[in-house]
């Protein structure tokens, strides 16, 4: 049987966001232990979609609780259930992300949110160099119907040791080479929402194979894994 996401995850959550605190939380403990293991069944049903398609590895849905030493938000639950899902490394790179939040304010993402700065040096280099593979891939039809153009942050001016007027500097200045597909409530709790996803996440591959290739090989497209 399908994995789906139901109704009450929804309702939970929108109570949730209105009695954010630890005695409502609490006096309905098996309540949400219910809705996260029913979130939890349909993440590990698209973990073994994806792995249909790609390899990934390890699955990780992240905690209700929120860390708020260091937060003005003193809030102590979220009002989401995120998972991510990585791929296998360090051949593969790159990973998925969905996030279940109601007001339709649901998405699911991917690609490099927060790349070290070797990975990020070396990915700017390759733009540099030829960039037509990268915009090839962001002006295909299939793929940019899902998934359009890059999401995420960027400089406001070039990297240090790069020129402002390079031709591919709107793709050099990006902190960030993310993906982001929104979701509307009703398209949360349709039957199909499980294969809309995975069919999102299918379609990033050619990406994720670019990338791939520019993080695990040299400026001369010599392997640096064993």
Same mark, same amino acid.
């Given at each position: ?40 069944? +349909?993440?590990?049903?698209? /973990?073994?979609?994806? %792995? $249909?398609? !790609?390899?990934?590895?390890?699955? =990780?849905? @992240?905690? #209700? ?41 649901? +998405?699911?993402?991917?690609? /490099?949110?927060?790349? %070290? $700065?070797? !990975?990020?040096?070396?990915?700017? =280099?390759? @733009?540099? #160099? ?63 929402? #499980? ?32």
């Amino acid at each position: 049987m399908k994995s789906t996401i139901s109704k009450h995850v929804f309702t939970f959550l929108k109570q949730l966001e209105k009695n954010n605190n630890r005695d409502w939380f609490n006096e309905r403990k098996p309540e949400f232990k219910t809705i996260e293991k029913e979130v939890k069944a +349909f993440n590990e049903e698209l /973990f073994t979609l994806i %792995n $249909k398609h !790609d390899q990934v590895d390890k699955l =990780k849905q @992240f905690r #209700i609780y929120r860390d708020v030493r260091f937060s003005k938000n003193k809030q102590p639950y979220k009002t989401h259930f995120g998972c991510s899902f990585n791929r296998v490394k360090p051949k593969l790179r790159g990973g998925y992300y969905i996030h279940i939040q109601p007001n339709n304010e649901s +998405f699911i993402a991917t690609g /490099f949110w927060d790349p %070290n $700065k070797e !990975d990020l040096l070396r990915i700017r =280099k390759e @733009f540099e #160099i030829d960039d037509q593979e990268m915009r090839d891939i962001l002006n295909d039809k299939s793929f940019s119907t899902i998934w359009g153009d890059f999401k995420g942050d960027s400089l406001k001016t070039a990297p240090k040791g790069f020129d402002k007027e390079h031709p591919a500097i709107d793709l050099i200045r990006r902190k960030q080479y993310i993906f982001t597909k929104p979701f509307t409530d009703n398209q949360v709790l349709s039957d199909n929402f #499980i294969n809309e996803v995975d069919t999102a996440f299918k379609a990033i591959r050619p990406f994720f194979d670019y990338m791939s290739d520019v993080l695990t090989t040299d400026l001369n497209g010599i392997s640096i894994i064993d």
